[in-house]
């Protein structure tokens, strides 16, 4: 779980580096985010359960089982993008063959997907459950109502994750509702809502666990409020100086869920300072040489442009 | 063969298709314990069960999206948007993802799935239970559109359309229901998805259109033969997208006189790609300009039938437009 929030973040400073050298145009940061999304990743079951997330879920994908170098194919655009072949901007994540959800950009219209696919899941008899991430911001759109609404009434086998970082690019929390807890509008789909300090991995994980027991025993959705915050801005092309305090980034960064976990990791014995600084060191090492591989990798022909608008023969 | 109404044709085939591959899903508005407004799904309920018949809440762009979320995940769902008018909370849906799943994936991800919605004028539905979409729909590359007016061409076309990887917009029009009879064979079978049908034979010009005005113009066409000696061939186009451009051109370049008829608001309607395509490609066969009809530029057609009929074509105007290209 350690090494996961670690790579991570190593790919958030590279991505932004690469941005600063001109070689990655765009970028959705992570930063903040790795231990909500570790700890809601980590109890569902790559391979077997679904994963429909949104842009700022780099973890997310990675616990899904995409690499560095499939991350990086993503943000250099390049042909073997398993997202998109280039065709997205970055962190527009999918892999049919991971159980990614291909999404798109506009807000929370991945969150009736999910619900749909907790129920064709159901009515095949599979015990899959769906796990779908997004931000505060997309509990705003219909969409997230209309898709947390479906699950409640048919009690579907999917689990509903808001990282909370508390704006929806520049809108603060307040002008965007007006109560303090996303996981009280649960209350209105008939489940349970929980609400969980998104910076403490092993909290998350615990809630999720909870939840996604709960679903796979045919008991419905939970809904579940990991309470964060991202230290970037909202991408490479936003400047968060016109909406945060540089006081409050840095007062959140006491905060980094990845010290915390460190700090329990060594609490409890399992890694020293020697150990993590080795992860680290490692992890960076490993990204590092997957940037490079990437980078090198071929971009999408201009000839491919037409294609796949329609379906092209199995194998295509 | 048996003689059917253009809605019990499309009962009866989506009864079939659920009967035969257990993957196919229905879900909509009223479309279980009620049957539907149009009563498609009848008894569909109590056969299927209510796996597989859903009555959702109201929520348009959450039906396109639960049937999304099915359709990535092994079933074939036929969703139900109770009248066209109503589809466009689903805009976002239909274009954001129904059409952009399988691009956007670079051939990844696929959406076999059908969204049935009833559109047209001509049963007092006013502003909001009249429209036409297929222009709107027929502009969006990945979602393939198509406007069966006969009880066959719907049986046969829905088949296709179940069974099509890609999403399908299928619109039956409500004034053709149970208006329009037709045999319909008892076997299962299939009508291709964009290939239009030459429904009239004739030598002085033809007549193009769909859904509601595809019958106007064959009983145009009917009446200018009997009365005047003036043959009009009619071609019905049956799929907006992919457009079937080699039918449509090969018959106008044989009469060399094309009249565009369509319900929709004229300006920019779907008959104006078809229009456009015959002067792009056929104008030197062309022995008048190309004629269109459509509705007039206003939001909707009125509930008083004074107002709904001064807003739709009827075979006296058409039959007279005919005439008059037929003397240019």
Known sequence: MYRTMVTARLIDEASFRLNRQGKAPFVVPVSGHEGCQVGTGWPLRPGQDMWVPYYRDVA?????????????????????????????????????????????????TQVPHAAGIAWAARYRGEDTVVGCWFGEGATSEGGWHEGLNFAGIHKLPVVFVCENNRYAISVAQPLQMAIQNVADRAAGYGFPGVVVDGNDVLACYAAMKTAVERARAGDGPTLIEAKTYRYFPHTSDDDDRSYRTREEVEEAKHNDPIVRFADTLKEQGVLDDAAIDVMWAETKADVDTQ?????????????????????????? | MTEKNVVTAIHDTLHDEMAADDR????????????????????????????????????????????????????????????????????????????????????????????????????????????????????????????????????????????????????????????????????????????????????????????????????????????????????????ISPLDRETILASVVKTGKALVVYEDNRTYGAGAEIAATIA?????????????????????????????????????????????????
């Open chain 2, 24 to 239: 196919v899903v229905v879900l909509g508005e009223d479309i279980a314990t009620r049957g539907g407004v149009f009563r498609v799904t009848q008894g569909f309920l109590d056969e299927f069960g209510d796996q597989r018949v859903i009555d959702t809440p109201l929520a348009e762009g959450g039906i396109i999206g639960f049937a999304v979320g099915m359709a990535l995940h092994g079933l074939l769902p036929v969703a139900e948007i109770e009248f066209a008018d109503f589809i466009h909370p689903a805009y976002d849906q239909m274009v954001s993802e129904v059409s952009r799943m399988r691009y956007r994936s670079n051939g990844d991800f696929g959406l076999p799935m059908v969204v049935r919605a009833p559109w047209g004028g001509g049963v007092h539905g006013a502003l909001y239970h009249s429209q036409s979409i297929e222009a709107t729909y027929g502009h969006i590359p990945g979602i393939k559109v198509v406007v069966p007016g006969t009880p066959y061409d719907a049986s046969g076309m829905l088949r296709a359309a179940i069974k099509d990887p890609d999403p399908v917009l299928f619109l039956e029009h409500k004034r053709t229901y149970r208006l329009i009879k037709g045999d319909v064979p008892d076997e299962p079978f299939e009508v291709p998805i964009g290939k239009a049908d030459v429904k009239r034979e004739g030598d002085d010009l033809t007549a193009i259109a769909y859904g509601l005005a595809l019958h106007l113009c064959l009983e145009a066409a009917s009446r200018l033969q009997e009365e005047q000696g003036v043959s009009v061939e009619v071609v019905d186009v049956r799929t």
């Open chain 1, 291 to 316: 940037i490079d591989q990437a980078w090198n990798a071929a971009d999408p022909e201009p000839s491919s442009l037409e294609r796949h608008v329609y379906f092209e023969g199995d194998g295509a």
């Open chain 2, 280 to 328: 792009e490609e056929a104008l030197f066969d062309l022995d008048a300009p190309v004629a269109r009809m459509g509705g007039p530029d206003v939001p909707a057609m009125g509930f008083a039938s004074s107002l709904e009929h001064a807003f739709m074509p009827n075979a006296d105007t058409v039959a007279e437009r005919m005439l008059e290209l037929a003397r240019f």
């Open chain 1, 60 to 108: 997310i994908v990675l616990i899904a089982g995409m690499t560095p170098y499939e991350i990086f194919l993503g943000l250099f655009a390049k042909a073997d993008d398993p997202s998109s072949g280039g065709r997205q901007m970055p962190s527009h994540w999918g892999s049919r063959r991971l159980g990614i959800i291909s999404h798109s950009s506009p807000i929370a």
